[in-house]
């Protein structure tokens, strides 16, 4: 995501300027895919140059196919499968801390009510 900013001098407040500020979680992911998109790319591009068939057996039945697609798709799912596997594992990271703050908070009451309840301040 790109944001405006404006650079301001301290001393008297008046903007020096316009610039772009790059940076969140979502400039990572279009540079992450770009960069892939690249990748990808150079693949076709080089294998088109080789018009190669090759045999595929995919245990139900077997086909001839380019090599420069072969390794294409095979790119693109491998690339679907890790995203997929991360994204599995920030789900269930995020989960685990949600029930943690949670467990945190109760616990947190749970003290200040004890701490109420013996006249002490806190």
């Avoid at 990572?28 to 080089?46: E, P, S």
């Avoid at 045999?55 to 380019?66: H, K, R």
Wanted: glycine share 10%.
């Amino acid at each position: 995501m790109l944001r405006y900013a404006v650079f301001l001098c301290h001393n008297t407040g008046r903007a020096l300027g316009f610039g772009i500020a790059l940076g969140g979680p979502f400039v990572k992911l279009v540079i992450y895919l770009l960069l892939w998109a690249l990748i990808f790319v150079l693949c076709v591009l080089i294998g088109a140059r080789n018009g190669q068939l090759v045999e595929f057996n995919y245990l139900i039945a077997m086909g001839e196919y380019q090599l420069a697609t072969l390794l294409g798709v095979f790119l693109v799912l491998g690339f679907c499968i890790g995203a997929f596997t991360l994204f599995l594992f920030n789900l269930r990271t995020r989960i685990k801390l949600r029930f943690v703050s949670s467990e945190r908070d109760k616990l947190k009451k749970k003290l200040e009510n004890s701490i109420h309840s013996k006249g002490e301040p806190i």
